[in-house]
């Protein structure tokens, strides 16, 4: 039985996420007007490209570039893979920089790990609606793919802006309980998102959505010692739900909320 799920934000255009999990559905001669950057999960994907034919296993990448045509299907009894369709109009924006990469020449490169790694957290934030989350993890991924892959150079790290940071600080501060995107922090504060997130990193330490979870869940365990019910927290610290809230406080703390309160009280 097939599970496929096509993935997309309004307010992230030109992005969408694919995730293929099937058996014998083949996918005919195509091709895509955007950069697919993939990694297979289970089984052995195969598809025919550049006139030749290509069996791909688990732990493998699918790279491709847009207007590049090719085929598609299964060649074990199932096949799950994940695959970010990112159009070319799309990556001056995205990725903030003046010589932008040649594209892919290997189509299915090994990994690591660390791809594979990146788009799993994008599916965990596709699931959930937190801008600021979703478009951080993107431009990770984006900047890790096609530094390793596509020949996009590394860049060093932006001298400490500390006026910028501080107020982005102090944004996030004042604002942790709602739902932020990285796009309109940029636009904020005048600075490209890329470059946003690598001077808070220098200076702080974390990424921002990283440090607007920690200041979340400071906050929550404030209130759960005050005895506020847990039911209410999550929506009102700006978590997508229960499960959202729960499994962020443990990350950061190392036990549930129901035990934070119980071990406090």
Not at 15 to 41: K, M, N, T, W, Y
Not at 97 to 123: H, I, W
């Amino acid at each position: 039985m097939d599970a496929n799920r096509l993935q997309a934000r309004s307010w992230l255009p030109g992005v969408e996420l694919f995730h293929a999990d099937f058996s014998g559905q083949p996918f005919g001669r195509h091709s895509h007007d955007a950069f697919a950057i993939g990694a297979i999960l289970h089984g052995v994907g195969g598809y025919q490209c550049r006139g030749a034919r290509h069996a791909l296993p688990a732990g493998t990448l699918s790279l491709m570039n847009p207007e590049e045509p090719h085929t598609g299907h299964a060649e074990s009894p199932r096949l799950v893979y994940r695959m970010l369709y990112v159009e070319e109009a799309r990556l001056p924006q995205l990725l903030g920089r003046k010589r932008l990469p040649r594209g892919f020449s290997e189509l299915n490169p090994r990994d690591d790990g660390a791809v594979a790694a990146a788009l799993a957290r994008l599916v965990d934030e596709f699931a959930r609606d937190d801008a600021l989350a979703l478009e951080s993890e993107l431009l990770q991924l984006l900047e890790l793919v096609f530094t390793r892959h596509g020949g996009l150079r590394e860049t060093a790290a932006p001298p400490r802006d500390g006026g910028v940071t501080a107020r982005l600080r102090d944004y996030l501060e004042a604002h942790y309980r709602e739902s932020i995107g990285l796009e309109d922090l940029a636009g904020l504060l005048q600075r490209h998102p890329r470059h946003l997130i690598e001077a808070f990193r220098r200076a702080y330490g974390v990424p921002p959505h990283t440090y607007l979870l920690q200041r979340r869940v400071a906050e929550a365990k404030r209130r759960l010692l005050a005895g506020e019910a847990l039911a209410d927290l999550a929506l009102e610290l700006g978590f997508y739900d229960q499960a959202h809230f729960s499994a962020t406080f443990k990350r950061f703390t190392g036990v549930t909320p129901g035990h934070y309160r119980r071990g406090g009280a």
